[in-house]
């Protein structure tokens, strides 16, 4: 297909990504992640997520070129992630890309990881089996969006992804992903902890152990007509401590921690509370289609159950491939390939990398 050819590079926390897509087609995505190096401290550094920016972001950009067969000059745009992240990390890739354009003269455009997130959905076989893929001919013009990683847990709804972006919910604590790796270092498991926890909660009984649905309560759900003060927000903090009650009790008795069970029963919390709020979300702001993106959507249960909601509310599911749905820059790319396209200016040279860009 046709469309501007962009590059767009990703580096707001511990991946390096580089991708070039062709208006909706993705020619290559590059990701060099860090994660090896932050695994004994059990939490991404900053300050080691930085560095190996600066290691990978030229060698990432090569292979990606490379592997498009495409030439710096041939490019229409270049696209980078301005925030929100790691102000260090965002640093490092904003200031490659703004050395790019400078050095090529090429115009460059500052993404929204968030809504960049969301955009994936744009190209062209970005789905997985057993889902809906990409987004058809267009972009839905009632789509949510459910993102869960490490860094965020938000609900969005989406009018037009490069102007009008709503924040619907987001947790008001930790991040789901934080949750699994905390849990899993309670629980004894590896960082980071959601394949760990995913993997240990097979065989186990979800139902075990009943654990809080964070902010699920009356006063603050309220209704759809009268909304109470967290209606689609999530709270992971109280569902951690709540795991570490159980684990010091039976630590305490002397007796041995049913791990299986406790990942289950935590799993299902979360899948839970998470699938639910998402759904309610879709259902009363008339959103059709649900795209569900970051890191957690690799979660066994929470595909699962966000499919079985959303086949009984009548809400059309995307879910990204696994490598589209974690952060990479082909999303960045995409999302800057349909801000060309709509003929809008580009950002500029003097934009700051905004750590906490809304
Ligand atoms: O999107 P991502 O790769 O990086 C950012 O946080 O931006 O997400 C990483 C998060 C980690 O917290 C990790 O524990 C979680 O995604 N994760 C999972 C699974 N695989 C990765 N959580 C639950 N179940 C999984 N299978
Ligand atoms: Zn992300």
Redesign the pocket.
């Known amino acids: 297909t046709d469309g501007p050819l962009v590059l767009g590079i990703e580096s707001s926390?511990d991946e390096t990504g580089v991708g070039i897509v062709r208006g909706r087609t993705l020619l290559a995505n590059v990701v060099s992640s860090s994660m090896d190096e932050h695994v004994r401290f059990g939490g991404v550094i900053p300050e080691i997520a930085s560095r190996a920016h600066l290691d990978a972001i030229v060698p990432a950009l090569r292979e990606a070129l490379d592997r498009a067969g495409v030439a710096l000059e041939d490019l229409d745009a270049l696209a980078v992630t301005s925030g929100p992240g790691l102000a260090g990390a965002l640093m490092v890739g904003t200031a490659a890309a703004k050395a790019l354009a400078v050095a090529t003269g090429k115009p460059l455009y500052a993404i929204n990881h968030l809504v960049a997130h969301v955009s994936v959905g744009l190209l062209e076989d970005s789905g997985v089996e057993g889902f809906q893929g990409a987004f058809g001919d267009g972009l839905p013009r009632d789509l949510g969006a459910l993102l869960v990683?490490?860094?965020h847990t938000e609900i969005l709804a989406v009018e037009d992804l490069s102007r009008d972006v709503r924040l619907l919910g987001a947790t008001i604590d930790d991040a789901a992903?934080?949750a699994?790796?905390k849990v899993a270092r309670v629980l004894g498991l590896d960082y980071?902890?959601?394949?760990a926890?995913?993997a240990a909660a097979r065989g186990g009984d979800p139902t075990a152990f009943r654990l809080p649905r964070g902010l699920s309560a009356g006063k603050y759900m309220g209704s759809a007509q009268q909304p109470g003060p967290h209606r689609y927000d999530f709270s992971f903090s109280g569902l951690k401590t709540a795991v570490a009650r159980v684990v010091e009790g039976f630590e305490a008795r002397g007796e041995p921690v049913p791990v299986a069970d406790v990942a289950a029963s935590f799993q299902e919390s979360v899948a839970d509370v998470v699938t639910r709020k998402a759904v309610l979300a879709c259902t009363e702001q008339g959103l059709g289609t649900l795209l569900l993106g970051?890191?957690?959507a690799?979660?066994?249960r929470l595909r699962e159950l966000t499919a079985e909601r959303c086949a009984a509310h009548g809400i059309e599911l995307v879910i990204p491939r696994l490598p589209l749905c974690?952060?990479n820059g082909a999303m960045v790319a995409a999302l800057a390939a349909r801000v060309v396209a709509e003929g809008r200016a580009p950002s500029g040279l003097d934009f700051a990398a905004d750590s906490s860009l809304p």
């Open positions: 926390c990683s490490g860094g992903g934080e699994y790796d980071p902890g959601g394949p926890i995913d970051g890191g957690v690799a979660n066994s974690t952060d």
